[in-house]
């Protein structure tokens, strides 16, 4: 009898466990773990063609830009600006928007605020009605005024022309800070990555990194750094015509022979 008990209690044990173990199993597939980033996995046909070697990947580099610079010899930034602090307010707000966009709003934006400490002391709404048509008004609004004030609480209303310091203002960070640096100050102290020079250094060889700093350090040692600047101008143009993101054009691009992406 007592062995009997003991065989049914065993049975009702098993049972309570599985059916633990089944009730935590959709639990686990519906929770949102971030997938880790992972590398671009390059096809067959294109092993052959892309670059192995650090020397491999320099000699491919000066000929894409020459190449480029040949067919964009006007390359250049595309946020109107006459001065530092005007490209540093168009800048914080092309994140998330397009430079056209952009241009829309600023020449008014300039004119009501023609310097950093007339931003300074702009009124929080009406700055976020003024620029709400770039997207993430908000945000952007709080990055304008904390910079605005930085600038005029340290450095007399003035943009300061070292990565540490314009990296050290709210709503700037690297990449911002490589736009300002290379176009207002033309000091070529890093390459801008965009999501175009992101998706063309990955296309044409260049870098198997997805984070824009690594991708940064990636691209730097190919070129010579009086080229960094331009380097980007030349990525985002041909991204923008011909290396388009969903459709690239390889039949008439100009790099086709050589690019280890092209359908051609
Ligand atoms: S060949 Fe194609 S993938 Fe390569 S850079 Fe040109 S357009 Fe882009």
């Not at 065993?10 to 199993?25: D, H, M, N, Y």
């Not at 490589?178 to 176009?183: D, E, H, M, Y």
């Not at 600047?229 to 991204?239: A, F, Q, R």
Request: proline residues 6%; glycine residues 6%.
């Amino acid at each position: 009898m007592k062995a009997r008990q003991a065989a049914k209690k065993k049975i009702v044990k098993k049972s309570v466990k599985k059916l633990a173990t089944k009730s935590a199993k959709p639990a686990l597939a519906k929770s949102k773990a971030p997938k880790p980033k992972s590398k671009p996995v390059l096809l067959p046909h294109l092993r052959e063609r892309w670059p192995r070697t650090a020397a491999e990947r320099k000699a491919r580099a000066t000929e894409y830009y020459g190449r480029l610079a040949a067919m964009y010899p006007d390359a250049h930034c595309a946020l109107n600006h006459e001065n530092a602090f005007q490209l540093l307010v168009a800048t914080i707000l092309s994140a998330q928007s397009t430079d056209k966009g952009v241009n829309l709003v600023t020449p008014a934006l300039f004119k009501h605020y023609p310097g950093a400490t007339e931003m300074a002391d702009a009124e929080r709404e009406e700055l976020e009605t003024e620029i709400k048509s770039t997207g993430f008004f908000r945000n952007k609004t709080k990055s304008l005024l904390g910079m605005a004030q930085a600038l005029a609480a340290s450095y007399g209303g003035k943009v300061p022309d070292t990565m540490e310091e314009l990296t050290q203002l709210p709503g700037v960070g690297r990449k911002t800070a490589n736009v300002i640096l290379g176009n207002a100050f033309g000091k070529n102290i890093g390459i801008v990555v965009d999501t175009h020079v992101t998706r063309l250094s990955e296309r044409l060889g260049l870098t198997r990194e997805t984070d824009a700093v690594k991708i940064e350090t990636d691209l730097m040692p190919l070129f010579p750094s009086e080229q960094w600047t331009m380097v980007s101008h030349l990525l985002i143009e041909h991204g923008r015509r011909i290396c388009i993101a969903r459709a690239p054009m390889c039949e008439i691009c100009p790099l086709n022979d050589l690019c280890p992406s092209s359908r051609v």
